[in-house]
């Protein structure tokens, strides 16, 4: 199989006549395993045993650096020629053409809906974006500084409460109004967070506005009063596309890996959720505001960037574990800053981001290591720039991740290789010793 492959090409091409020999010196035995996809099966493996009673060879991979947890056929990526594709299509035909609720059917449902599907879509999510009052008093129970990722945790949790029928993943009409429910109540409840967070009186969902109008407007209505801006929005909702799925990250595969106990979907989302909140995952936006506010001014760049070249901390919104030439998502961020900033005015930041960004891209240490702005360069940006909070930013990502939280748990659940999450370990511990009374130890 040749590397210039596509890995959907690849799989089609694989056969399972395609086949690994593997030796084990220190038995001199040799096994063969079938490959296919471009794969051998982990537990293949275990037939590799030195003696009847051995348990049979593991592999040893943390982080699944190297382990397909899944088959899966939601989303495409290839990092070394930065494409992006939902259920085939390129994210930039549907950053460009389509609605978010548009790209959570097609991530959640498998299709483009046709017109019929997406007013029924629209409809049911519509119907459902109320959540019971009892969640404000939930929030009421958090402190005025709470962190928006803690509460919306909390709160998504407690929704399983509320809905205990949602336990019954066995039948697929209940899954249908669970993901509804989710899809609905989640900018319902992200707005709630916000309100709380500023001492604001809650805004109920006004079902004449759009799924994305709703959510701003509960966001930012005083009064009952909210001028909308639709550049704004229509941004707002461009980057949660971008965010609605990225095959198995960490939150998604927390969210399967949770779902694969057969929790009810609303456990498995706060899941998803909490895996989102820490910094390594959903926070590199927050980072890079704070890196620009480091940094102060233009003319400090050159030294910032020696510092990040000597070693002493990264340039944060620069690189990606999969992107090797660039992040699709970047590129349409940027456009999308464009048109933003236009509508709100550049500020200082922004300036030094876009110096930051030209200078490093002529810098032979970014090139060489093939270091790219990703999706989080801009995206805090943005969002600072439309009124969000920087502690609020991993909240947008959730809402927007949701569709693709909810398509892999239903792809989970129907996947008949699937079982409980459940990794081996390779035990270094004490060997069995014996109780030691309190007055014998040290
Ligand atoms: N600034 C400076 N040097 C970097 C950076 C950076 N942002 N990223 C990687 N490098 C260097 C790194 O020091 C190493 O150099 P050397 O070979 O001399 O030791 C080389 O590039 C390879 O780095 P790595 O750590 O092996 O690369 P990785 O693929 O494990 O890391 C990354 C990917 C995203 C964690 C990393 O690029 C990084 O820390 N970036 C900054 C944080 C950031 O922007 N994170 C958001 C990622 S996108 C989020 C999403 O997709 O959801």
């Not at 994210?91 to 959570?104: H, M, N, R």
């Not at 270091?371 to 805090?380: E, H, I, R, T």
Request: net charge neutral; aromatic share 10%.
């Amino acid at each position: 199989m040749t590397d210039t492959l596509t890995m959907p090409e690849r799989a089609s091409k694989a056969t399972v006549t395609d086949s690994l020999s593997v030796t084990d010196n220190r038995t001199g035995k040799t096994y063969e395993f079938p490959v296919s996809e471009g794969t051998i099966k982990a537990t293949d493996l275990r037939k590799i045993k030195t003696s009847d009673d051995d348990f049979g060879l593991m592999t040893y991979d943390p982080a699944y650096m190297n382990t397909a947890s899944c088959r899966s056929a939601i989303t495409y990526i290839d990092g070394d020629k930065g494409i992006l594709r939902y259920r085939g299509y390129p994210i930039d035909q549907l950053a460009e053409k389509a609605s978010f609720l548009e790209v959570a059917y097609l991530l959640t449902e498998g299709e483009l809906p046709n017109a019929a599907q997406l007013d029924k879509w629209t409809e049911d999510i519509r119907y459902h974006t109320y959540v019971h009052t009892n969640i404000i008093k939930f929030l009421e129970g958090f402190r005025y500084d709470a962190h928006p990722m803690g509460m919306l945790l909390g709160v998504v949790g407690a929704l399983s409460t509320f809905y205990p029928d949602a336990k019954h993943i066995e039948d697929p009409a209940n899954r249908y109004v669970q993901r509804v429910r989710l899809l609905a109540k989640l900018p319902t409840l992200a707005a709630f967070v916000f309100r709380h967070s500023r001492g604001l009186p809650y805004e109920f969902p006004r079902n004449d506005l759009d799924y994305v109008g709703n959510y701003v407007n509960m966001m930012f209505s005083i009064g009952g009063k909210h001028e909308p801006n639709k550049v704004l929005q229509r941004a707002l909702e461009i980057l949660l596309i971008l965010h609605a799925d990225h095959e198995q990250n960490c939150s998604t595969s927390a969210v399967r890996a949770v779902g694969s106990s057969h929790v009810d979907p609303f456990s498995a989302v706060s899941a998803g959720i909490a895996a989102l909140y820490g910094p390594l995952h959903g926070g590199a936006n927050e980072a890079v505001l704070q890196m620009l506010d480091e940094i102060g001014s233009k003319k400090n760049i050159p030294a910032f960037i020696e510092k990040v070249k000597s070693g002493e901390g990264r340039l944060m919104g620069f690189g990606h574990r999969v992107y090797k030439s660039y992040d699709p998502r970047a590129k349409l961020i940027k456009q999308t800053a464009d048109q933003v900033f236009a509508e709100t005015g550049m500020n200082p930041k922004l300036e030094v981001a876009l110096e930051l960004e030209r200078i490093a891209l002529e810098d032979e240490y970014f090139i060489k290591r093939k270091l790219y702005p990703n999706v989080d360069f801009y995206s805090g940006l943005i969002y600072q720039a439309m009124g969000y909070p920087t502690d609020y930013f991993t909240v947008l990502f959730a809402v927007g991740r949701l569709p693709g939280w909810l398509a892999q748990w239903e792809e989970m659940l129907m996947d008949k290789d699937q079982k409980i999450a459940r990794p081996r370990q390779i035990f270094i511990g004490k060997d069995e010793r014996n109780f030691v009374p309190m007055n014998k130890r040290a």
